[in-house]
């Protein structure tokens, strides 16, 4: 499959990231994330849960470290440039796309009213499997379910519209972690921002050092398979439309 560069034609204004973790759009998207509101895109985040079951090595309760991750994942979202923030706090570990994560996702998309969604990938990568954590599939697929049909649809979750929430069709989606890419963006120019992103969540990325050269050198691999020029970094993603 062939991936194409990706240039901003202000196609779009308003993008929804939605991710199962903290953490998850820094280490998938950041690049993204900071290339867009360099252009003046509205972006905002919506977390399904707040990483109660971290991989941290500490013992603080759960209710903490959630406390402590939302911190973590505030301050990354400002070096990018995005302060609309949703914390949905399902448990960690135990995310599944059921029918009320559906609605729950639906409310922000209707609040939000984006114009593109990115989300995490719902298909198993056999060749990289730390992209498939089960709450990243989950939250993809729900997320894919809440755009066709929930948002869209007056007649799904009919509570919403008591809340005065009209429906709102998403054209287009990308997926970070697909297994079959069509864009890349070329981040080099925001790569250090999402380093710096990153390093804010410190309960969990370790040796900022060992970070830094390990996005680099994932990032770069990246551009190289979407034929990006020599030292370039990039972020794929399966671009699906909804109509």
Request: glycine content about 6%.
């Amino acid at each position: 499959m062939t991936i194409t560069r990706y240039r901003y034609d202000e196609s779009f204004s308003s993008v929804l990231v939605v991710v199962a973790h903290p953490d998850d759009v820094d280490f998938g998207s950041g690049g993204t994330i900071a290339y867009l509101t360099d252009r003046g895109v509205r972006v905002a985040y919506c977390l399904v849960t707040s990483g109660d079951a971290g991989g941290d090595d500490s013992t603080i309760p759960r209710e903490e470290r959630s406390a402590l991750r939302e911190v973590e994942q505030t301050a990354a979202a400002k070096v990018l440039g995005v302060t609309d923030l949703t914390f949905l706090r399902w448990p960690d570990g135990r995310v599944e796309p059921s029918l009320t994560l559906r609605r729950d996702i639906a409310r922000v998309i209707r609040r939000v009213r984006p114009d593109l969604v990115i989300t995490q990938s719902p298909e198993r990568n056999y060749a990289r499997i730390r992209a498939s954590h089960p709450d990243h599939m989950a939250t993809g697929e729900a997320t894919l379910r809440a755009i066709y049909p929930d948002a869209r649809n007056p007649h799904a979750f009919s509570e919403l519209l008591g809340e005065g929430l009209e429906p709102h069709v998403v054209p287009l989606v990308w997926i970070a972690g697909s297994p079959t890419p069509t864009i890349a963006i070329d981040t080099t120019k925001t790569v250090a921002r999402k380093v710096e992103a990153l390093a804010c969540h410190a309960s969990q990325v370790g040796d900022a050092a060992a970070l830094a050269e390990r996005i680099r050198a994932n990032d770069t691999a990246n551009a190289e398979r979407a034929g990006l020029k020599k030292d370039h970094t990039g972020e794929l993603y399966r671009v699906v439309a909804t109509d």
